[in-house]
């Protein structure tokens, strides 16, 4: 059973930096591209960064660039996001997917990330 | 990067037909065959509908289609029942390993 559990969520300064990640099982995780996906509270869901099987192509949402880094430890089958110079407005809820066929075939729970003073 | 547009809502009776669009550029929609469409219901998941703008994952009713003409993706939801009526997505690759998602589809069922 493919499971994704992300984890490392919380409340945060504005300013401030924090790290998810994601543990992946029940499939190659070294075989699939991944993704972090955000939805504000009680908003739509956008898109924030990509990263290839091997890491060597990442994308990011304009939004993020520059602040938010992808990355993933293939021995650990972990996907990770750091996040930096946080705003407020990157609050919410941040989901880790699996890439099947240009789309998110699994998701994780999600973990909730609040921006706050 | 700007969102896919999507209607803000839709309805339809028990039984009948409903076709939601998701309407981007000749970057995004139009330029790639990786349309993907979810469902989320409230305090859910989101779960994959369809993916490469007409497959169907293992599970998903026949009655969920997907297709696309041009810069606008369409999901038709077919024999509506109670458990469509939910949230909506669209989302596409738009190239240099970005994806975007539309705004979201509020889908009633009367």
């Known amino acids: 059973e493919v499971q994704l559990v992300e984890s490392g969520g919380g409340l945060v300064q504005p300013g401030g930096s924090l790290r998810l990640s994601c543990a992946a099982s029940?499939?190659?995780?070294?075989?699939?591209?991944m993704h972090w996906v955000r939805q504000g509270p009680g908003k739509g869901l956008v898109w924030v960064s990509r990263?290839?099987?091997?890491?060597?192509?990442?994308g990011y949402a304009d939004s993020v660039k520059g602040r938010f880094t992808i990355s993933r430890d293939n021995a650990k089958n972990t996907l990770y996001l750091q996040m930096s110079s946080l705003r407020d407005d990157d609050t919410g809820v941040y989901y880790c997917?699996?890439?099947?066929?240009?789309?998110?075939?699994?998701w994780g729970q999600g973990a909730l990330v609040t921006v706050s003073s | 990067q700007s969102a896919l547009t999507q209607p803000p809502s839709a309805s339809g009776s028990p039984g009948q037909s409903v076709t939601i669009s998701c309407t981007g550029t000749?970057?995004?929609?139009?330029?790639?065959?990786?349309v993907s469409w979810y469902q989320q219901h409230p305090g859910k998941v989101p779960k994959l509908m369809i993916y490469?703008?007409?497959k169907r994952p293992s599970g998903v009713p026949d009655r969920i289609s997907g297709s696309k003409s041009g810069n606008t993706a369409s999901l038709t939801v077919s024999g509506l029942q109670a458990e469509d009526e939910a949230e909506y997505y669209c989302?596409?690759?738009?190239?240099?390993?970005?994806?975007?998602f539309g705004t979201g589809t509020k889908v009633t069922v009367l």
């Open positions: 997917t699996r890439e099947y066929g240009g789309s998110s075939d699994y």
């Open positions: 029940g499939f190659t995780f070294s075989s699939h591209w």
């Open positions: 990263i290839k099987t091997d890491g060597s192509k990442i």
């Open positions: 000749s970057s995004d929609v139009g330029g790639y065959n990786y």
């Open positions: 490469e703008v007409t």
């Open positions: 989302s596409s690759y738009a190239g240099n390993n970005n994806f975007v």
